[in-house]
């Protein structure tokens, strides 16, 4: 594949969708085909089944070679899921020439040292990420390169998950007839979609509430403060509906996309809708406040659930402030938007209560990933 385009997957729980892109004179990506295909064998961000996932992903592929007219061999991979968590580490390396000004081999050497780092048993580094350095004991140093010295130290932010869970997307990509290239976290490759510099600096954090997870990254000062996949999202709203009114899936997610509210007094008692029996059973009649109430109290507990990832961030601290407050990414169609309502105003009034106020709201850039997928 030519070197000017790039491909990203974004496989996801309740979609896959796969971007080609064309880098212009500018070093801009110019998104020129898009496939998308319903994903099934992905459960809260993690593949639990490898065919499906195969099939989704040459569906979703095809349709964007159809589309650009390019020929994919390789892609960059966006990946989250429960097994993903983060951490902090610090660590050094002591040059060989101090006499020499600190170069990017430097750089390197000290991220490679951290990669080696051993972790849990059947875990794997995905991202190594510097959030500052130190040289001689001078810290607070955000671009070390063309200094002298002979101790380099630098904290970092490691994204960890789990080793089986990476093979088996590189199984399925690799079973599809594909290359995999670069591994994103996907909230990272979001934040890189959706954010400016400006907003990164002040300091910011971005939930992006998809189908079987909801991710959140965090920035200040440019830089990367706190990570977190959190194992709720849409999916879990529909078995709820499915659980609460003893329907089957299909019908729950039909329910939740066209008469779902999360504002229980949004809906009068008398307000029905009637959902047909199977086999010729008798249809069976669901109240939309009873819907709206099953609906209300799992938005609560994501909402709830990511404003705790602020917090534990330590946005109080008046050192970690978040100037530029909170973006809200919701990954579904727009039809989907409204059985969030209640949620946000709750996680709205929680933000405010900590000096946040919510910066921006999207109910549907589900491209939003993919498109950062392809400059990595």
């Known amino acids: 594949m030519n070197k000017n385009f790039s491909v990203g997957l974004d496989i996801g729980t309740t ?12 070093n801009k990506v110019k998104v020129i085909g898009v496939g998308k295909s319903q994903s099934l064998g992905v459960h809260r961000g993690v593949v639990n089944n490898i065919t499906q996932t195969i099939q989704s992903i040459k569906i979703a592929v095809d349709e964007a070679q159809s589309r650009s007219g390019i020929e994919v061999k390789e892609v960059a ?14 660590d050094y390396i002591t040059r060989e020439n101090p006499d020499e000004v600190i170069n990017d081999n430097d750089i390197d050497k ?3 040292q951290v990669y080696k780092l051993v972790m849990l048993p059947g875990e794997e580094i995905i991202h190594v990420l510097p959030q500052d350095f130190k040289v001689d004991g001078q810290s607070e140093i955000k671009e070390p390169i063309g200094m002298y010295g002979s101790r380099l130290e630098a904290n970092f932010h490691i994204v960890v998950g789990q080793v089986s869970s990476i093979r088996n997307i590189g199984k399925c990509i690799k079973s599809s007839g594909l290359e995999m290239g670069d591994i994103t976290l996907e909230p990272l490759a979001s934040s890189d979609a959706v954010l400016s510099n ?30 977190a996949v959190i194992p709720f999202g849409g999916n879990v709203i529909t078995e709820d509906i499915k659980e609460g009114c003893s329907i089957i899936g299909n019908q729950a997610e039909q329910l939740k996309i066209k008469f779902g509210s999360a504002w229980p007094g949004e809906n009068k008692d008398s307000e029905i809708v009637s959902i047909p029996g199977l086999r010729g059973r008798d249809p069976k009649e669901i109240s939309l406040k009873t819907l709206s109430k099953i609906i209300n109290a799992r938005v609560v507990e994501i909402i709830e659930q990511a404003y705790l990832e602020i917090k534990n961030y330590g946005h109080e601290d008046s050192k970690k402030k978040l100037i530029a407050d909170a973006f809200l990414d919701f990954d579904g169609e727009p039809s989907e938007g409204r059985w969030y309502g209640v949620g946000i105003e709750r996680f709205t009034k929680a933000c405010e209560d900590a000096g946040l106020k919510i910066l921006r709201k999207d109910l549907n850039i589900y491209k939003t990933n993919p498109i950062a997928l392809l400059s990595k």
């Open 15 to 26: 979609k896959i969708v796969a971007m080609v892109g064309e880098k212009n004179q500018f």
């Open 77 to 90: 991979v966006g990946i989250a899921g429960q097994h993903i968590r983060s951490l902090q580490h610090s």
């Open 110 to 112: 000290l991220i490679d």
């Open 198 to 227: 400006e907003e990164k600096e002040a300091g910011v954090a971005l939930i992006d509430i998809g189908g079987g997870t909801t991710d959140v990254a965090i920035f200040k000062d440019g830089i990367i403060k706190h990570t």
